[in-house]
């Protein structure tokens, strides 16, 4: 069966500040590695640092790095000296806080090949040492190590003094080579406890770099020697490289196999491992991770230790090599069962002093697994550290450790639970601890459990304040423990945020038991962050209305509006918050008005031209929602000549006084009437307005001249008038 698992590393910082920046020292962290260096807290103002020669053209330093102690907050400068002249050839200021410090040079300083220099630190107050003996921390190949220099002083001042059997390392820099280089780094640090049948497991992992920020290299082969009390050519059914392929920094299933051999031909050997073409190239400051995995055959015997180490390399043509042989990475020894600890770091970000994380459910500060292999294990309390300028014990208001109950890598708030039985509060002290004591303790074999530390603030924090945390130490019985600690973590800074802004839409209208989709609700903005990026959630609803399918378009917000036949008529309040990155809030007040619109119908009226007002029946309303006599109706628009007062509604019936002026048009004129409950709602109709009657004339035929009748007519009165006349005239000239 074959694990996934993290790589054996206890402890790992960054290597670069650029993928094409190489560090001589790898910026390992000396308390847990490095055979211990100690700590020398009683002189002041020291200069510590180290000689070396550079053995290669082309290298430029572009960066400066120390290491800073849990707890020192002392300024640090960091300075580059040409050995022989003594001239400071480029000096910076290291931020503070725990953990490798780098600062980039703005100009990048060109080392002679062959020549002497030295890096050192001026620190007030502590600085790191150990004896020459055991394993060396020491660069190689680009750079030869040469002594341990030192001297005291007020400010940083080149170090004259030699010492030969005192190593200080803890003073690194950053350099790059023109020229295609490819450079071996085989981390340092601690056993993997496996059982002898172990298969599929990830015993460490290695990097090729490509120093050259402009050229490409070629990767041909790669050399792995064994080392350890085992006997190398017995143990192995098979060893696997593997590139990683995904990027992630993990073994996992994505990553693509180099090559792999049935174990070393010879106990302590070395094999060559060939790169397929397709996998030779490096780009242009390119970083390549590699990790060896192992299947076991049974043979191997408790204690027993398998180490290996990059011995060599071989690139392409006109290229340079280095970094190789490194020194032999702690492997693997034989146990019977082991709890692992894999470290998944959040990504570092800044939080407002006050900030409760999405939702108010906190944010993520740490995030392992502890996974147990060849036996179950009981893990009683794990013990998280804190670090950094932050006031740890005054600056949270909560910390919660949850268990990622339905275990798909991911806190989801409501579905996960708490993995002790209360939550806590802060850390004990500044840079001090948080114990958490497990409800849940049983691990059993094979399997995994997942726990994410959440945290919230106090409001106490100062901008520019840092954190830092990992998981220090666990309680567990049943079984080996590796993986502890894990590697420190810059988590989080403390900034100002400007909260992001939401303007609600217009109100909607909405009948009960209909439904809108993809209704624009809403747009929102952000001074930080994209408005695309921040996300738009419902706090409140009345009862009856939801609002689902929350969509963020580029800052334009739609979403899906039901209301059901519960929902209160009238004017119904949906509150709305925007949230960004860093947790800041605003909210807007969505009106959605629930309500059955008014039905309104006309009733065709009939005057005279030029008549007084006469009062008419002109409309009939109803309401579903409310008594038709409470329906307000108006006027909304009338041709010229006819005015409608007087609107009178007695119980849904509708009446007004309705005049026809000499400027009203004969015949069918159009008015527009309007209905509106009390809810907002409204709806129109056309009344029907007939301006003129019908008029009967005499006439009678006879003797010629024919009879002149008038018939039904609409006329403005003059024309009437001359019509009378005529006929009169007509009538007058019969009877002569």
């Known amino acids: 069966m074959k694990y996934f698992v993290l790589p054996l590393l206890a ?46 053209p082309g290298v430029e330093v572009v960066s400066l790095a120390c290491f800073v102690n849990n707890g020192d907050v002392d300024q640090k400068t960091v300075s580059l000296w040409d050995s022989n002249t003594q001239a400071q050839l480029a000096t910076s200021a290291m931020p503070l806080g725990p953990g490798w410090q780098t600062v980039t040079l703005g100009t990048p300083v060109a080392l002679t090949q062959g020549s002497d220099y030295i890096i050192s630190v001026h620190t007030p107050s502590q600085y790191f040492f150990k004896s020459t003996s055991g394993t060396p921390w020491q660069p190689n190949d680009v750079f030869t190590y040469g002594d341990m220099r030192y001297t005291s002083g007020a400010v940083p001042t080149f170090p004259t ?62 050399s792995l020697t064994a080392s350890g009390t085992g006997n190398d050519s017995t143990a192995f059914t098979d060893v696997a490289i593997y590139e990683d392929a995904n ?83 702690f492997g693997f020894d034989i146990q019977t069962s082991e709890l692992f600890f894999r470290d998944y770091a959040p990504t570092p970000t800044s939080y407002t002093n006050a900030s409760q994380g999405s939702g108010g459910n906190g944010f ?29 014990n005054t600056a949270f208001s909560s910390l919660e450790l949850y268990e990622d109950t339905n275990a798909n890598g991911t806190f989801d708030s409501g579905v996960d639970t708490l993995a002790t039985s209360a939550s806590g509060t802060a850390f004990t ?104 990026s921040l996300t738009v959630t419902v706090i409140t609803t009345p009862t009856g209305i939801t609002v689902s399918n929350i969509t963020n378009t580029g800052g334009n917000i739609t979403a899906d509006i039901d209301v059901t036949t519960a929902a209160t008529v009238g004017s119904n309040t949906v509150v709305l918050q925007v949230e960004d990155s860093q947790a800041g809030t605003n909210t807007a007040n969505l009106t959605i008005n629930v309500n059955t619109p008014p039905v309104i119908g006309a009733v065709s009226v009939t005057v005279q031209p030029s008549a007084l007002p006469t009062n008419h029946t002109i409309a009939n309303v109803s309401d579903a929602d409310e008594a038709a006599g409470n329906l307000t109706v108006t006027v909304v628009s009338a041709p010229i000549g006819i005015n409608i007062t007087a609107i009178v509604n007695t119980a849904g019936v509708v009446t007004a006084d309705v005049e026809a002026t000499a400027a009203a048009a004969l015949g069918a004129n159009s008015v527009t009437l309007q209905v509106d409950d009390s809810n907002g709602s409204s709806a129109t109709t056309t009344l029907t307005v007939q301006v003129g009657s019908t008029i009967v004339g005499g006439g009678g035929g006879g003797g010629g001249g024919g009879g002149c009748t008038t018939g039904s007519t609409s006329l403005p009165l003059a024309l009437l008038a001359l019509i009378a006349l005529l006929s009169f005239a007509c009538w007058r000239r019969r009877t002569a």
């Open 161 to 222: 003094s030699v010492l030969t059997n005192i190593q200080y390392g803890v003073v690194d820099f950053g350099y790059r080579i023109a020229t295609a280089t490819l450079n071996a780094y085989n981390p340092y640090g601690s056993y993997r406890h496996l059982d002898a049948s172990a298969s599929g497991e990830e015993i460490g992992w290695f990097e090729i770099q490509n120093g050259s920020p402009t050229n490409t290299a070629t990767l041909t082969d790669i």
């Open 364 to 392: 993520l500060i740490a995030d392992v697994e502890a996974f147990a292999s060849g036996a179950a294990a009981t893990l009683s309390s794990m013990t998280f550290r804190a670090s950094g300028t932050l006031a740890d």
């Open 11 to 56: 402890a790992l910082l960054p290597i670069a500040v650029s993928a094409q920046v190489i560090y001589p020292l790898n910026l390992g962290d000396p308390r847990a590695q490095y055979d211990n260096f100690n700590i020398n807290s009683t002189v002041t103002n020291a200069e510590r640092g180290w000689r070396f020669t550079c053995n290669q």
């Open 429 to 532: 002290a500044d840079n001090g601890d948080y114990v958490a004591t497990l409800v849940n303790t049983n691990i059993s074999a094979g399997s995994s459990v997942r726990y994410f530390l959440l945290a919230e603030l106090a409001g106490t924090a100062n901008v520019g304040e840092t954190f830092f945390c990992w998981l220090e130490s666990v309680s567990a019985t049943g079984t080996n423990v590796s993986g502890v600690a894990t590697p420190w973590r810059y988590i989080f800074d403390i900034t100002n945020n400007n909260a992001p802004t939401i303007t609600a839409s217009a109100p909607f209208d909405i009948i009960p038991g209909s439904n809108l989709t993809a209704a624009a609700i809403a747009t929102v903005s952000d001074v930080e962050d994209a408005a695309g």
């Open 247 to 329: 990027g992630n920094g993990y073994y996992d299933g994505a990553d693509t196999a180099i090559d792999n051999f049935a174990g070393w031909s010879t106990d302590n050997g070395t094999q060559v491992v060939t790169v397929p073409a397709a996998q030779q190239t490096l780009a242009a400051a390119e970083t390549k991770r590699y990790f060896v995995v192992v299947q076991l055959n049974g043979s191997a015997t408790t204690a027993q230790t398998f180490n290996f180490s990059i011995s060599d390399i071989s690139v392409g043509g006109g290229q340079i090599k280095a970094g190789a042989p490194t020194r032999a990475q």
